[in-house]
């Protein structure tokens, strides 16, 4: 008999008392949590009292110029994430888990946020509790506790045990009354000392948190000793506050937010081609993979199965009779059954005792009285019922259908025994009554889908409970290439450690395998330097896909499955995988190449405040001149080049090659730029240059149009700080021009068209970046060519075009020095040794957090 559950009445009544479930969903952050994350870091509030300081002090082209930047980075990314989240959302709601409740005598399907106490809860095999109860009913009810214990064995649960959220059900059914929610459940408060917690950095953000603490403690003693000199020299508060904004912008504050932003737009894309990612930095494990197992329910076949033949051992009506009788009285409606019923149809019976069906056993039962007598009936695999049937061998026929791509199942059956000792099943001596063959569905899109795999260089392996030779066979009904190498879960549980190794690497077929087998695959794999993504549906995947290095679960498989994935194919589009791995691998690889730009100019900045700021008390450049190198050289390349991103081979640490890039051409370019400045320091004081009083003065006077000053003074207190001369200032201009047009020029190093300028050897083949820098220098030009914005707004100098010429000159020299500098011996050597150096310390750093 069935509970009645709760009245409308007295739902209403608990949920007026706040007795309702609090669920969170994973996919995605609040809206508040998305502002507040990207508005209060620590270095955006500094930037903020500065550029108010700056306000404080008539300066607000300075004070905009300190803020600009961070306020169009949060704005964007702001926007960004809360567009991202609201798309994610709405897919996660086709994923979000129902939960079976029985309400006025009737079973209706919620929300698990609108379980209330007291509910009374109906738990089937696949379905994961969402809050703890108590058991009112069982039906040979198991559950995987692994989750909250890691105990992997299921617990047979009986009439007045606790059910715990988090476990699932590995087989059986039964009803619960619900006695905790939210945060009074087992699950929510393990996880109370683990919430401060529960951010975790990806991969790559790990790699790039050692350059910036290296660069926030360069930065932070840069800071102090500016202070210590202002102070000793009597500089004022306001010039102060200018300093510090260079200072300050050697931290890469935006890095963090870039491969957030990134991953997030990379997690939209996926979810757009029917990939949901319930974890952030599954983006970046994407990029990593390079094997791919997977279940073949859902993958090679589609779920759904046909009754084709049945041998009997006993007469034939008795043996359809058996059949009838089972599948009535069983209680696990699995697939193989529904074919059964379809085609047999059901006989009643009265059901004393049952086992049912679980991935780990193979096999279900049931004892049952029918006709005054009692009987047992098994169906199962035939490598688990074999050694209970008497001299009756099949295994031959079971290989030949097999080899057919056909499914097998045996029938046996015997007196009513025991099938149970304790709490353990147990398999009493059995009589063969019939061979079941069932055939699988072959998806239409599975050939196609699988030579993308191989195209992508994935090693593919294929992890089935069902007989290895019946996986080789519908591999060759769906004519999918490749050599196959097959065994099956007894022949690997024979083997030694290092034999199960090599059976895992070599092996692409496994066959009658047990959930223990499939995890046990994974972590051979893995530790054997394979990454390794996990694809399955049910609750025999459950501890592999918590293995993977990425667990993919599909949107129809189990609340289990979908639990504990990393990511959910929507409607089951298995198409959809290859097209995320190279999604992963386009957007690490677009983040590479953005390093390499975005540090090269921090570095540069570091050197440039470290020796002209510091060590010889001169200013390199304006906060206005500062965000206008960032720009040219940084943020408008930025958009483009993780739009642009095409997918590579990212196996290893992606920084020390971005280092290896950015540490040598950083040096270049300040080397250089401090050559230019130093010339032009020179040259204009001793009046080779044209470029002092005189020349100010004209573009004083040559100015036409609105402007902020209203005399000479005016206008030099635009262009200079306190106490400045002009060589001062035609220095720091000469030297920003050569920053940004070095800056941008590295996009053709990034990506070479020529085998002449290419550091690594490698030729691109994608003009557009190269004719993004064009477009760039183009851009940079145009502002220097508007008077109103290069003079009014950016304080920059309008040289005569032979200077402009002259920088050029030094622009093309650092470029042929640039070539073969990185090209040389020695530095392949410096860069080796580094590198090795960095990725030690790394993998070290890595080891510890693990």
Request: charged content about 20%; overall charge neutral; hydrophobic content about 45%.
């Amino acid at each position: 008999m069935e509970p009645r559950g709760l009245t409308g009445e007295e739902v209403r009544a608990r949920i007026s008392e706040g007795k309702v479930n609090k669920f969170e969903s994973r996919v995605s952050r609040s809206y508040l949590d998305i502002i507040v994350k990207n508005v209060c870091t620590t270095f955006n509030l500094i930037l903020i009292i500065v550029g108010a300081a700056l306000l404080y002090f008539d300066e607000p082209i300075s004070a905009l110029s300190a803020t600009g930047v961070i306020a169009l980075n949060v704005l964007i990314s702001t926007v960004q994430e809360m567009r991202a989240k609201r798309r994610l959302d709405k897919i996660a709601l086709l994923l979000r888990p129902t939960v079976h409740v029985i309400r006025n005598g009737e079973e209706t399907k919620i929300d698990p946020s609108e379980i209330v106490l007291d509910d009374i809860i109906r738990l089937s095999s696949g379905d994961q509790a969402q809050v703890d109860g108590e058991l009112i009913t069982s039906a040979s009810l198991e559950m995987d506790e692994s989750l909250l214990t890691g105990e992997s064995r299921s617990v047979r649960k009986h009439i007045g045990d606790t059910v715990h959220s988090g476990a699932f059900c590995v087989t059986g059914s039964g009803y619960y009354k619900v006695t905790a929610l939210g945060e009074d459940t087992l699950a929510s408060k393990m996880l109370v000392s683990a919430k401060k917690y529960n951010r975790k950095n990806t991969p790559l953000q790990r790699e790039t948190s050692t350059v910036t603490k290296m660069l926030m403690l360069t930065a932070f003693i840069f800071l102090l000793i500016l202070a210590a000199i202002n102070f000793l020299g009597g500089g004022t508060a306001k010039l102060f506050a200018i300093k510090s904004v260079l200072v300050l912008d050697i931290v890469p504050i935006a890095l963090f937010l870039l491969i957030t932003i990134t991953y997030m737009i990379a997690a939209v894309r996926m979810a757009n081609g029917g990939v949901l990612l319930q974890n952030s930095n599954s983006v970046e494990s994407m990029s990593h993979v390079d094997t791919v197992c997977m279940d073949k329910t859902g993958t090679i076949t589609t779920n759904n199965l046909v009754y084709n033949d049945m041998e009997t051992f006993v007469d034939r009506n008795e043996a359809e009779l058996s059949v009838r009788l089972f599948v009535h009285a069983t209680g696990s409606k699995n697939t193989t059954v529904k074919a059964l019923e379809k085609a047999f149809g059901c006989e009643g019976s009265v059901l004393e005792e049952e086992v049912q069906f679980s991935s780990e056993r193979k096999y279900s039962a049931v004892r049952i009285s029918y006709g005054g007598t009692s009987r047992s009936l098994f169906v199962g695999a035939w490598s688990v019922l074999k050694d209970h049937v008497g001299n009756t061998d099949i295994t031959e026929r079971i290989s030949e259908l097999s080899r057919k791509g056909l499914r097998t199942v045996v029938l046996c059956g015997g007196p009513g025994s025991e099938i149970y000792s304790g709490d353990e099943p147990v398999i009493p001596k059995l009589e063969l009554i019939a061979l079941i063959s069932i055939r699988d569905e072959v998806r239409p899109d599975c050939r196609a889908i699988i030579e993308d795999f191989q195209k992508s260089g994935m090693d593919l392996k294929v992890i089935s409970g069902d007989d290895p030779e019946t996986v080789n066979a519908l591999f060759s009904l769906a004519e999918i290439p490749g050599d196959r190498r097959i065994i099956s879960g007894d022949e690997l549980a024979a083997l030694s450690e290092k034999e199960f190794e090599e059976a895992a690497l070599g092996t692409n077929i496994f066959g009658r395998m047990k959930p223990e087998q499939k995890e046990m695959v994974v972590a051979s794999l893995k530790k054997n330097g394979r990454y390794v993504a996990m694809v399955g549906d049910g609750v025999n995947d459950v501890r592999s896909l918590k293995a993977a290095n990425v667990g993919i679960a599909l949107q129809s498989g189990s609340g289990a499955a979908r639990g504990v994935a990393d990511m959910v194919l929507v409607d089951d589009r298995f198409s959809a995988l290859p097209k995320a791995i190279v999604e992963g691998k386009r957007t690490v690889t677009g983040m590479r190449d953005i390093l390499r730009l975005y540090l090269t100019r921090n570095f540069v900045l570091a050197a440039v405040v470290g020796v002209l700021l510091l060590a010889l008390g001169r200013v390199p450049m304006l906060p206005v001149h500062n965000a206008f190198y960032a720009l040219a050289s940084v943020s408008f390349a930025a958009f483009f080049m993780a739009i642009w991103a095409r997918p590579s081979n990212n196996r290893t640490l992606i920084l020390p090659g971005v280092l290896r890039f950015s540490i040598p051409m950083a040096v270049l370019i300040a080397g250089f730029g401090f050559g230019i400045y130093a010339v032009f320091l020179f040259c204009t004081g001793n009046g080779s240059f044209d470029l002092g009083y005189d020349f100010y003065h004209s573009m004083y006077e040559g100015y036409d149009g609105p402007s902020m000053w209203s005399d000479w003074n005016g206008f030099w207190e635009h262009m200079s700080l306190d106490g400045e001369r002009y060589e001062d200032v035609t220095a720091r201009n000469a030297m920003l021009i050569f920053l940004m047009l070095a800056g941008i020029a590295q996009l053709f190093f990034i990506y070479p068209l020529a085998r002449f300028y290419s550091v690594g050897g490698e030729v691109s083949r994608d003009l557009k970046p190269t004719l993004l820098a064009l477009l760039l220098f183009g851009l940079v030009a145009l502002v220097y060519l508007v008077p109103q914005v290069a003079v009014e707004v950016a304080s920059l100098a309008l040289f005569p075009p032979a200077y402009h010429l002259l920088i050029l000159g030094f622009v093309a020299v650092w470029f042929l020095s640039a070539v073969l500098f990185l090209k040389s011996r020695f530095m392949r050597k410096v860069s080796d040794a580094a590198e090795s150096a960095y990725r030690r310390s790394l993998e070290t750093e890595i080891g510890k957090e693990k």
